[in-house]
């Protein structure tokens, strides 16, 4: 995943019925709240991140993804799966 020249790592994960996930940046591990991925590929979540409240947003394509964080700026992402 890239974005504003930062490359980091999307995690999401399906267990108990339910989905977490992490995003992880050169500094560090940020665990994901509230994530929702619907059938139609698109995934909603949350995070904390330098003290700074972030809501994601992004729709899952085959192995692609595209989406937006959006807190006190607006950075888009992309990426693709890594396996």
Not at 12 to 36: C, R, T
Not at 39 to 46: F, H, I, L, M, R
Request: charged share 20%; net charge negative.
């Amino acid at each position: 995943m890239s974005g504003a020249g930062v490359s980091s790592e999307l995690r999401l994960n399906e267990e108990g019925g339910g989905f977490s996930g992490a995003i992880i940046f050169p500094q560090g591990e940020v665990p994901l709240k509230n994530v929702a991925l619907e059938t139609d590929g698109s995934v909603a979540a949350n995070f904390i991140y330098s003290g700074y409240s972030f809501d994601l947003k992004a729709v899952i394509d085959g192995d692609s993804i595209m989406g937006v964080f959006s807190g006190p700026r607006k950075i888009s992402f992309s990426g693709s799966r890594l396996d």
